[in-house]
């Protein structure tokens, strides 16, 4: 997968959600970098690797297997991953399976719905299946903008495309092929047996203002992981780390000291 990297130490792997690769974490590394080897990977058929082969599928659980096959080959020992969204559901698929390649992990509201019980998981109301099911064709109709419009804003909040910096726009562009494919690998639910696995602490962080089921999934992750704790970002909503990533860094960094 291709990656960068900066500064030294301990190794600090971030995992990218929708629409996003390795640019998405420009200000972590930037922030970070002063304690920390800072490593942002991009998932396979993410930019610049669009034109990953087809023949390689593009798959939430293919890519929890690549995070640790990355973690091997780069050769700095486990790591302490962070994933936001759908990154964030990869992240924690990878803990669960790799246990030895991860030290700590940091799940930013992490995407894919709670399974409680004997009920059914979690779904979307159908009015934003179809909203997304409408940008996906929009995007593979050739109205890109608009497509990405209903997206972006659905997962955050009304307005934030509008609102974006030209650089997410750009990223979000870029990688605006991978939004149909995404949409044919539905993420996995969260089970308490599934949680059960994973050995290693956790920190949990959403926004203030992130959309509600963002927000369910992190308190009730909090509630069923061995070794958790959660934080808010005040004022942010989905894409915290952007809006205030030296708020989100010191909740990084403060994680990650009081684990050692």
């Not at 099911?133 to 497509?147: S, Y």
């Not at 955050?156 to 726009?169: A, I, L």
């Amino acid at each position: 997968m291709p990656y960068v990297e900066q500064g030294e130490g301990e190794l600090l792997l971030f995992v990218h959600g929708s629409l996003c690769d390795y640019r998405y974490w420009d200000a972590q590394l930037a922030g970070l970098s002063k304690r920390y080897r800072c490593v942002a990977v991009s998932l396979t058929h993410y930019w610049p690797a669009a034109d990953t082969p087809a023949t390689i599928p593009f798959s939430w659980s293919s890519h929890a297997d690549e995070v640790a096959q990355f973690i091997e080959r780069f050769g700095a020992g486990a790591a302490h991953v962070v994933g936001h969204s759908r990154g964030g559901c990869v992240a924690y698929h990878f803990a669960r399976r790799h246990a030895h390649h991860v030290k700590t992990l940091t799940l930013a509201d992490p995407g894919g719905p709670l399974r409680i019980g004997d009920r059914a998981p979690a779904s979307l109301p159908e009015t934003v299946n179809a909203l997304r099911a409408r940008a996906a064709h929009l995007i593979e109709e050739g109205q890109v903008d608009a497509g990405l419009q209903l997206f972006v804003d659905s997962v955050s909040r009304p307005g934030f495309w509008s609102k974006s910096t030209p650089n997410f726009r750009r990223m979000a562009t870029d990688n605006a092929h991978t939004l149909a494919r995404q949409f044919r690998d539905p993420l996995p639910a969260y089970t308490p047996d599934d949680a059960a696995d994973v050995k290693c602490p956790v920190l949990l962080i959403d926004g203030e203002k992130s959309p509600l089921m963002f927000r369910r999934t992190a308190e009730t992750l909090a509630s069923w992981l061995r070794d958790a704790r959660r934080e808010t970002v005040m004022g942010a909503s989905h894409g915290m780390n952007l809006a205030h990533p030296a708020a989100f860094n010191r909740l990084v960094d403060a994680f990650v000291q009081a684990t050692r």
